[in-house]
């Protein structure tokens, strides 16, 4: 367990008050790790409800008063807005100001600060904290307790920077790894993409049925379950799906050839390889569950 | 809403007194609705901590003795033992005596009945209450309770021991529905059995990565609610697999086709594609757990 140094932020900048960025700001206030916390949003609602909430000390004038002399700025926004949303802070960045973010892929974010930002001083950063609820009344400050969370800064990324992003995420209560970001999205496309896929797929396979509501009527827990992450945002999951498109072709492509390998064993009775898969799978699925109690 | 008659057994005999043989007889003794409940199983000690658990009232001495005179015999034992037991029961069974079971798959255990019983006594049936609890100490009165259950009866069988069957499932709670053995074993390849084929299928591709801990290590709740089925029985969803082939095979290969859509739409970076296949699962998802609710 690395020492968590008492670093305080005087200002940090969050673009998108969500579950994300709201809970980081909960969690570094609760700690007395920042001054203040500056919002911006293009909901002026969830603005408001994060003010009452306690979540951030005031609502930015424009994007200008948002980011000067901050800290830290986090971009919790849509990966589609990432382009514009950059370009608009880069005039105003003072030079200690980090930039980091928290999306779900890192290579496109990554390009993106590379081509708008001083690289130097921008470390991408991924929760590994998903949740189907959204927005700023859905964020609570344990969010991330025990939570894994990664940088993928490049080798020319200050040390300092990174350290500070290390250190805001550890005081939120993340365990910070330190990865590439191609690294990173070859991880989160077999462990967390192509499941979403493959729950997608089997929903809209079933939905396309003329008996669809009577198989959804015998739909039972286990179904329930595999299915969750098939009720997540559409848009936000086919911008993962294409921003992390090669990773996530190659391991289909693996998949798919293992589901053939599976429907030949099925076809010729060859109980001993099903039983195998099966066997093999479940021990490792118990043995991952034991280590997560 | 159909009304239940007051229907009362004199003799239960249960062969596999574990949790869905042990959850019914603990329903039924609830509402007064079996004077006596037998057990028959392998296990001494699964025996002897049913009977102190109140589930059964005596242990059968022998086959003989556990079917004599029963209104019932549930069958709650591994389709790989049906047919001995069948075989074992049959001499034994009173002409007023009804044979059901609790199998996954109908079309299999009907032509294991047909076989070895007078098929107008035999009542095929499958509650839909899977856990992954087992045995007597798991068992609960209220596992049933506003679950579904089929019953697949064929056209020969009479109608009186339908009926009783299906009293006796109302009478544990249970919503019963009716319908062909083909018709449910079509149904629970789509909503289960092709599940549990690529949740196993999802873990046993990581398993063998050289990194595999590494990608077990950032697996989160997306993945682990995905693929909690992969860590039911092997031996038991082997034998489900290999029960019900011809329909899981086709399930299988239109899963497949699906697949090699959305890998085709991915690999064109066909974002309307993607989005409407993602967007329609997820309504349908939505809409689902709304019902559930």
């Given at each position: 367990m690395e020492a968590i140094a008492n670093m305080k932020l005087t200002k940090l900048a969050i673009f998108g008050v969500g579950l994300i960025g709201g809970?980081?700001?909960l969690a570094l206030k609760q700690v007395g790790a920042v001054d203040e916390v500056v919002g911006v949003g293009r909901s002026h609602t969830n603005l408001e409800q994060a003010l009452a909430l306690g979540i951030i000390d005031r609502v930015a004038l424009d994007v200008a008063d948002a980011v000067r002399d901050a800290d830290v700025v986090l971009l919790a926004v849509p990966v589609g807005q990432m382009a514009t949303l950059m370009q608009a802070i880069a005039p105003h960045l003072a030079a200690h100001t980090i930039v980091?973010?928290?999306?779900?892929?890192?290579?496109?974010v990554l390009a993106l600060m590379q081509t708008y930002l001083p690289v130097a001083q921008c470390v991408p950063a991924h929760p590994i904290a998903g949740a189907e609820l959204s927005g700023a009344t859905a964020a609570r400050s344990a969010l991330y307790q025990g939570k894994n969370l990664i940088l993928t800064p490049l080798p020319?990324?200050?040390?300092?920077?990174?350290?500070?992003?290390r250190e805001m995420w550890q005081l939120a209560g993340?365990?910070?790894s330190e990865m590439s970001a191609a690294e990173h999205d070859a991880i989160f496309a077999t462990v967390s993409h192509l499941p979403h896929l493959l729950a997608y797929t089997l929903v809209d396979m079933i939905v396309q049925r003329e008996n669809a509501a009577v198989l959804f009527g015998f739909a039972a827990s286990g179904f329930r379950d595999f299915t969750r992450i098939a009720a997540s945002?559409?848009?936000?999951?086919?911008?993962?799906?294409?921003?992390?498109?090669?990773?996530?072709?190659m391991e289909l492509s693996a998949y798919q050839d293992?589901?053939?390998q599976l429907h030949t064993a099925l076809s010729q009775s060859d109980a001993d390889t099903i039983t195998q898969i099966f066997s093999r799978a479940q021990a490792a699925r118990q043995a991952w569950q034991t280590k997560l109690v």
């Open positions: 809970s980081l700001a980091t973010d928290a999306g779900s892929t890192k290579q496109d020319q990324t200050n040390i300092a920077a990174v350290q500070t992003v993340a365990k910070v945002s559409p848009e936000m999951w086919c911008d993962i799906a294409l921003a992390n498109k090669d990773a996530l072709l293992k589901l053939t």
